[in-house]
């Protein structure tokens, strides 16, 4: 809850039925920057089920309307909508840095994969296809066509609050869907500033609305509510499972994006040096806080010794601080709660008797004393059975693994309740095809690391990361559109199929 405020700063309102306005709660809540916790960056409403129930009641007699506009003009909105966002990339990331702490570079990316996917769904205004197929009878047409739901729940974490929401309202908006978006409660200056983007392109009142707060309190009825056709969600695999049961009794379609524990696989043959570029930013990019964040590394017993030396002098020498500043490399953990987690996690590895190899430690001196920093971590001599290579961490903290063949590693890689992302580094065209064909994730790479997804292809995991869905690329269109098959009979007689069959 806000207590003293400096005068400068903002605070911002809910979006619904298109008008900026307050919970009627009468509760806000603070965002503070994770690399300086005295820098409040805004206050936001603390929303309450009527918040919820008036946004979804918004969307709904929004989407009467919305539905029936032409798809390749709804598109004509997206286009202006992603040349708006590219505008204002430079202060749009600020913003995101400042909030969740990942380094500038990071979040210029994030904002540009929102301007990526916006202009990539906007094609989709003009394609959208459907199949026309013969009929079996004579004088009949056949065809499918794709179909909006109606409301749809937009529920999304903090790692990239720009990204992911475009992936999921976009898409949604193009195939004349309406929405309702929760951010998380540590992002939502970038959701705001999506928000506004989407009201300055003009698209119409209610048919995008945003309610900011608490998973339970704003969540759940997004979960619940009847008025709801689709739940997309991207989050942790534990709510994942809260929002797929709550979602169930209504029969929503939910589409689930949640946790991972992604490897990158080193074979003898590798380019050990691109080896390690690749587990540097795979496992510390964005401080470990992706999704596809590259925690455990299988190596080759002939190789292991040479690459550990190399990888550990490596992450010793990454400069941590804040991501605004143009040193730095790693940013905090996202929150006080975040960094916790990975320190437990640490302890946890040195009980397990994994070997610390580097880092271990809390940052909390001189400039990163008010923020949650966390050196690089890296323990070897891990058991593939150990906590720390089975759990999801969130945060700096890689677990190398040694193998003595290819089916060890993979053996080892598949053997978590996850399948987002993988990777192998070989020179040997037939094992990475083996690798390619072997390993049980959403997304596989050759010679580069778990992370670097493109807006074209589809997204997403196998296993508890995902419920069988994907988003991105045309795939994403089938989370938010359902197929209807249209029989035209020109006959002028009663035609059955499968019973009047045709004799030649
Ligand atoms: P989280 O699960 O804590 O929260 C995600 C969202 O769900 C937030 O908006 C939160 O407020 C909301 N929420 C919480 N409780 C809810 C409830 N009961 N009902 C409805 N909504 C509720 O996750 P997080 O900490 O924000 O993000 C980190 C997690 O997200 C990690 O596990 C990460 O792997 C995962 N992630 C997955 C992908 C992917 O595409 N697979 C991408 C990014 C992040």
């Not at 979960?223 to 029969?251: C, D, H």
């Not at 043959?269 to 990019?285: H, K, N, R, S, T």
């Not at 610390?356 to 430690?361: F, S, T, V």
């Amino acid at each position: 809850m806000a207590t003293s405020t400096p005068a400068s700063v903002t605070t911002y309102g809910n979006f619904i039925d298109g008008q900026w306005k307050p919970s009627a709660s009468g509760q806000t809540f603070e965002n503070r920057n994770p690399a300086n916790t005295d820098d409040l960056v805004g206050i936001f409403q603390h929303s309450n089920r009527a918040d919820v129930e008036a946004a979804l009641d918004a969307a709904r007699r929004a989407y009467e309307t919305w539905r029936l506009v032409p798809a390749p003009v709804r598109a004509e909105m997206l286009f202006k909508v992603a040349q708006l966002i590219a505008g204002r990339k430079e202060q749009f990331a600020r913003d995101m840095t400042r909030e969740m702490g990942k380094v500038l570079n990071e979040t210029r990316g994030d904002v540009q994969e929102a301007i990526d996917m916006t202009f990539y769904m906007a094609g989709e205004g003009r394609r959208m296809f459907g199949q026309t197929v013969p009929s079996e009878l004579r004088n009949k047409f056949a065809m499918s066509v794709r179909q909006p739901l109606g409301v749809c729940s937009i529920i999304t974490p903090w790692n990239f609050p720009m990204a992911i929401p475009s992936w999921k309202i976009v898409p949604a908006l193009v195939c004349g869907n309406t929405v309702v978006f929760k951010p998380a409660s540590q992002t939502p200056l970038s959701a705001v500033n999506l928000v506004k983007i989407l009201e300055e392109a003009g698209i119409p009142r209610g048919v995008v609305n945003m309610v900011t707060g608490d998973g339970d309190e704003v969540g759940t009825p997004l979960t619940t509510s009847e008025m709801v056709r689709v739940v997309s969600f991207t989050g942790s695999t534990k709510v994942g499972r809260i929002v797929n049961q709550a979602a169930a009794p209504t029969f929503k379609k939910v589409h689930l994006e949640m946790g991972g524990k992604n490897v990158i696989m080193i074979m003898e043959d590798a380019d050990l040096e691109l080896a390690v570029d690749g587990c540097l930013w795979g496992g510390f990019g964005t401080t470990g806080q992706r999704c596809t964040a590259a925690s455990r590394v299988v190596v080759h017993e002939k190789v292991h010794d040479a690459f550990v030396e190399a990888f550990v002098a490596r992450a010793r020498s990454l400069v941590v601080g804040d991501g605004l500043d143009q040193q730095t490399q790693v940013g905090p953990s996202n929150s006080e709660s975040q960094l916790r987690t990975v320190v437990s996690y640490v302890d946890i590895g040195k009980k397990e008797g994994a070997t610390l190899a580097c880092g271990g430690n809390r940052l909390s001196s001189g400039p990163l004393a008010k923020g949650f920093f966390h050196e690089p971590t890296i323990f070897t001599n891990v058991h593939p059975t150990m906590r720390i290579a089975q759990e999801e961490i969130f945060g700096p903290v890689v677990s190398v693994m040694k193998c003595r063949s290819l089916d060890e590693a993979v053996a080892i890689a598949n053997g978590v309740e996850y399948g987002l992302s993988a990777a192998i580094y070989t020179q040997d065209i037939n094992r990475a095809f083996v690798a390619m064909r072997d390993l049980y994730t959403g997304i596989f790479y050759i010679n580069a690391p778990t992370i670097g997804a493109e807006v074209h292809l589809p997204f997403g995991g196998t296993k508890n990361t995902g419920n069988g869905h994907r988003e991105a690329g045309v795939a994403a269109l089938d989370v938010f559109s359902e197929w209807k098959s249209c029989y035209i009979d020109f006959s002028g007689k009663l035609q059955r199929a499968q019973i009047d069959v045709e004799q030649i």
